[in-house]
């Protein structure tokens, strides 16, 4: 990492399979519409592998997934995000000598993020066998000003030969999915989804229409070349592939530059995405590039100065957290066709799904910096209510919504239910995530339109799977987070969860009803205040399990009984232990994969006391592996809000080097986006102890020893604030909108244009 | 049915398919060694379906078995029985029309199943399109004398005319098997599993060999045919199939019978299966027909001598115990390569696998009456050992064996491990079927060379799984027979039959320290007396679910608080339920497939009050649906333990039709031998009181208000003892064997030649 934060740089990377197919993600370029791997335009040797990919937010194919035994209502058939097109091909010849790194000398190489200019860049000082020395540089950009644009800037500069240069650039239609029968966490099986039509050129254009092969989807691929001096063009196209060539002379020390265009334009946004395509890639190169590029800086610049993190201090770890949250910005989808894939588009892992990651690890980022993209990842799920409901009937509840461990469209797309359709506290998640909403911007007419159809329905739901018992309200046989603990009774996350959405259910009915715009979904939904009443009574009466000896939550009905897993004498090749132990194995111990209870008492720290709620972390924390990418930035927040700064600070860097450390071992198969909402987290909600409440916006800011300083910006309603963390005190300034109050390690406070206060250690001193 | 017990006969059947698939199964020949379907020898029209098949018992072919998502050590890969050839065919031409039923008129035709006999027999008059009528008798046997022999003996006699008739008698190596995508109980897909070699004939007897695909085993299959006549006769090959085709003329009012030999001989049995096959050929050929009848008729003449069940009045239900006994001798294997499946020989559902239904259901019969097969069932279990050592690794467990919840050869074959693998009693019903061997038989030689080894190595599975919580040993994390609840803690079935082999563990080894037959398996296992200590105690400790409100044993922890299944309001329609609800639903309710904790309590009496077994059965029945076919059995027992002999009956009922009756609708994939044993066992331990315990046998004899009378014979030890029930007392004798003490309603009695005793209302009078 270089001093500047918004450069990510390697140098002189080995050209080994795992560093290389590490760098095709970790530099992919995306906009939260197409994503690119950053695959070598001329590819590799055959013998080593790559995922090579260009993906389509929400754009998916049905693929068939089969139950070993079948079961009524298991899935049988999941959405799954394709690589539409490959358009990254460039094959260099010098001389006739063909560039590849695998050749002849490679004297210096960089690869370079620049997270201000939106571009990644891949410079190589290459000598051929023949001793023919070139630069080349590849500035590689997806657009966030034309989301269907991706373009590469290919210049080579001859350096101590002067003679042919030639380029092939390709366009090709028939492309595979990455598969890795060993590996759970993405697809186990080559199909061939996308079935490509033929390749033509329209003047220069050449254009391919592909087709989905049970979705019905379809995905129109444009590409375009362009050479920065006269050439000899040809032109060639076979079955679905297009080559464009081009032959030029150059002197010694003469440079020329070949910039390729890529339009993607898909069926689900575009009727005629043929015509979008070639519509888009008209005005793409109606302008120079370098009009693009500004584009691009512009956009970025607005990003930056709302939602960066500014960190003075250990640099490795903070300029990690502008490397993660540039990488939000690059997958969050920014259409209600789209949410946000827990790879975001850098990658094929778990097949391009949006999972709770999108509500309670990247939600509150958007919600706090960019509240209209939290307000469209909320129209995403109001889309997909409707397939929630058949999901509901599919799972046997009579009423309310069920949402979908996992999806594109709405289906759901989890094949072990146990640890996936059983994840019923998706549900309050997405509920939390909208009261969150509510209680940040007061969008009452987002909750009036689709908001509170969804907190009613997904009340509904928990209605119908619980009981009472003894006179408590339980919910039995779900799954909560920890993956580690399957099909319990009354998870403690999930009940508290479900508690709170019901509650809200209740609340947004009186809201409504009051501001006189409930009658639509009241009707809909023939909502009658017996239910409600209800709702009310449930939450009432919902049983959140405790421990009394322990003074802590068990984090279900059974946990406590079990044997604890003995961590300590677990060989360190054995983690994740989930690809070590059968699931039942883990079911049985006192082992937890994720933060569980420790994540409820950060979601809702009212419910218990803060002795319980340290109680608790003490004890869940000798019993989790953080073997999920979810965990460790849950336990920073946590360990910060209770009082261990330097146990918050370790988490903080487990979690913000995740992807850049290749911690997890699997980034190859793309970024952990939940976790890089998460690393934000551990220092907005974490360091800086914010939280959403009722009452308002609540700060709490610590520093970390091993920082001098930080800042951050949030919104609050129609307010912008900037809080500034100093060894000296935090000043929190109003910098736009009206004067509000706001809470300070609990405390109120009218914020008018700013507040200077010293620091308190919060955790402790409660 | 006919008045005859032995007979089983359908008149003037249905050629609906339906009922075509039904008696496909129920006029099956099997001997425990292959079992050949009820297929017409001239196939059905091509619009009608048919599970046209002949199988080895154990003899079998890998298939991979897809899991949706992967997780660490769920079964990839399961054995399957195969359809090893087709030797079934036989085309017949009268004057060149080709006789079908379902075509010209079937004037006459019947079914009929000789259980004395142990042949069966199609017979058709029949006219053709053009009026020729012919009088068709076709007797099929699957031989108990010499295991690889299958016959088909075909007659013709022409009625109104006189002219040539022909024979295409067929062998084809190249078949499938059955599958259906939509039903879980059966395989989902096709795949060639048996690559059939080149059809050859030595001299008139075809033979072809086949191998499987994967499992490197090979069958030889032969086939000889024999003409009453001397007549013109042509043999081809083609590839994999044999053709033998007679023409001969006829006289009107003449008869013709063509005597079709098939033998099958696997490499799991025959080093080498062509030559066996041909040996086995040459042996059943060198002496008639009439021979091999007449040792089938003396085989069963003496299994009927020691196993049938006698009773007077019902005929309907109780000529159907004859018949399930008949089946379950069909089915039983009689070499330790082999088992009993849960349908037998009889067709393709649940691919051939042995389950518990062995110990639990069928073993308790076969220990009655035929020791030494029970002897052999408990050798086979000790030959797949060591895969239940290598199956308790993959469990991530370091010591002990775990049964595979179905396998053919050991290996585990459950696709979805929460009803699969997860259902651990199967190591306690194994421990059990072993003791309960030991204390009917007292011999201990068997025990000391297998059936301790098996349950020292259960018991040390116990205590890898299980652990001590609050004083109490728990067992978390599996799932008792009951399939509509999975994954709880302290399933009272399988910790109070862990408990018992815990306890048992121990006393064998003191047992066999004693006699001093200790040593070689001490040493084997490394067995030490302080281990032996931690199973005491662990049995001792061993914690069993009672809830004192309603005085019943609960399922489990979490049973009670769940919400209690509507079976009042679900439609008819619905059932099985497990065909239409998510296993989530059930798993979340108060419903039970089968019976659980009323198994326990009849497996296990003494561990309870009877008052709390009455109050449990009570409970249970009212949330059980008997969608499996194991339940109605064990209420018929319970019932008439607890003084409730209308309903013991009606739940026999249930039991005893349910094949022949098809109520469960899926007996075309077989017959349900559990359920078979299971009727035995309603009788037997129902009606007649059986049980095995400690002190000796027990008895307490009750007589259905429907019978005048029954009786049935058991062995106990080196004796043979008949009780014979009827309204005025019961008689209990002594046909063989020495005197010794058994226990009539509690009471104990020397049984010296017969004892007379008036009935008791026992289960009311305690």
């Known amino acids: 990492m270089e001093q500047n934060k918004f450069i990510y740089e390697v140098r002189d990377f080995d050209l080994e399979n795992d560093e290389l197919m590490l760098n095709e993600t970790l530099f992919h370029n995306a906009n939260g519409y197409l994503g690119v791997r950053s695959n070598f335009e001329e590819g590799y040797p055959i013998n080593l592998q790559s995922i090579r990919g260009e993906y389509i937010n929400g754009f998916y194919d049905f693929a068939e997934m089969k139950q070993a035994e079948k079961l009524f209502g298991l899935t049988e058939e999941k959405q799954t995000m394709l690589n539409v097109a490959d358009t990254q091909g460039i094959r260099l010849f010098l001389n006739g000598e063909e560039f590849s790194m695998f050749a002849g000398e490679t004297l210096e190489s960089s690869r370079t993020l620049d997270m201000e200019k939106g571009t990644t860049r891949r410079r190589v000082m290459w000598r051929s066998p023949q001793g023919r020395e070139a630069e080349i540089t590849i500035v590689r950009m997806a657009s966030f000003a034309m989301l269907p644009l991706f373009t590469i800037e290919y210049r080579v500069r001859t350096l101590n030969f002067s003679g042919e240069i030639r380029f092939d650039s390709t366009h090709i239609g028939s492309v595979l999915n990455y598969c890795d029968p060993g590996d759970p966490r993405v697809a186990g099986e080559t199909f061939q989804h996308i079935l490509p039509g033929t390749a033509a050129f329209t003047d220069d254009v050449s254009v391919i229409v592909s087709h989905t092969s049970k979705s019905g989807l379809a995905v129109a691929s ?125 990658g094929e892992g778990y097949e391009g799904h949006y999972f709770w990651d999108t509500e309670m690890y990247i939600q509150p980022f958007f919600l706090l910096t960019m509240p209209e993209i939290a307000k469209n990842l909320i129209e995403y799920r109001y889309t997909t209510l409707p397939a929630a409901r058949e999901n509901a009937r599919i799972m046997g509840h009579k009423k309310g919504a069920l949402y979908p461990w996992r999806t594109i469209m709405g289906k759901e797309c989890s094949g072990y239910f146990p640890s996936g359709s059983a994840q019923y506290h998706i549900d309050g998640d997405i509920a939390y995530s909208i009261i969150s909403y509510y209680l940040l911007t007061k969008d009452l007419a987002l909750i009036a339109r689709c908001g509170a159809e969804i907190v009613f329905e997904t009340a509904r739901l928990w209605m119908d799977t619980g009981n009472y018992s003894e006179g408590r309200f339980c919910i039995n046989s779900v799954t909560g987070p920890d993956e580690y603990t399957c099909l319990v009774n009354n998870n403690y996350y999930t009940n508290v969860l479900a508690q709170y959405n019901l509650k809200w259910a209740a609340r947004f009915y009186r809201i409504l009803g009051e501001e006189n715009l409930l009658s639509p979904v009241e009707k809909k ?242």
């Open 525 to 766: 939904l023939g909502l009658t205040e017996e239910e409600i009443n209800c709702f009310e009574r449930a939450a009432k009466a919902m049983y959140l399990p405790y421990d009394a000896a322990l003074d802590i939550n068990p984090q279900d009905d059974a946990f406590l009984s079990k044997k604890v897993w003995n961590l300590d004498d677990t060989p360190q090749e054995d983690f994740p232990l989930l690809l070590h132990y059968h699931p039942l194995c883990l079911y049985r111990s006192q082992v937890c994969k994720q933060a569980d209870t420790v994540l409820a008492h950060f979601i809702l720290e009212d419910a218990q006391a803060l002795r319980t709620m340290k109680h608790s972390f003490e004890y869940y924390e000798k019993v989790t592996t953080h073997d999920s990418s979810l965990s460790t930035c849950i336990f920073s927040i946590m360990a910060s809000r209770l009082g261990m700064p330097e146990k918050a600070y370790a988490y903080f860097g487990e979690s913000s080097k995740l992807d850049l450390f290749n911690t997890h071992k699997n980034t190859k198969d793309g970024i952990h986006t939940a976790n890089m909402g998460g690393t934000y987290m551990a220092v907005v909600y974490g360091f800086g102890g914010l939280r959403i409440k009722e009452d308002g916006l609540h700060l709490a800011p610590t520093l970390p020893g091993q920082w001098e300083e930080y800042d951050f910006k949030v919104h609050d309603g129609d307010s912008l604030i900037q809080v500034s963390v100093q060894r000296r005190g935090c000043e929190i300034t109003l910098l736009d909108g009206t004067e509000k109050e706001i809470f300070v390690y609990g405390k109120s406070h009218m914020l008018r244009d700013s507040l200077r206060l010293p620091l308190e250690e919060w955790g402790r001193s409660q």
């Open 222 to 346: 444009a590409v375009k070349n362009q050479l920065s001096k006269p050439a000899v063009e040809k032109r060639k196209v076979r079955d679905s592939a297009a080559l464009h060539q081009f032959t030029v002379s150059l002197a010694q020390g003469e440079e020329v530059t070949l910039t390729k265009y890529t339009v993607l334009c898909d069926s689900v946004r575009y009727g005629d995405c043929r015509g979008a395509a070639l519509g888009h890639m008209h005005k793409a190169v109606s302008l120079p590039l370098k009009h693009w590029y500004r584009l691009q800086e512009e956009y970025l610049k607005k990003y930056w100065e709302n939602c960066a993190v500014h960190v003075k201090g250990d640099d490795k770890l903070s300029n990690a957290i502008t490397y993660n949250l540039y990488q939000l910005i690059q997958s969050v989808g920014k259409d209600p066709h789209s949410n946000i894939s827990a790879k975001g588009l850098s």
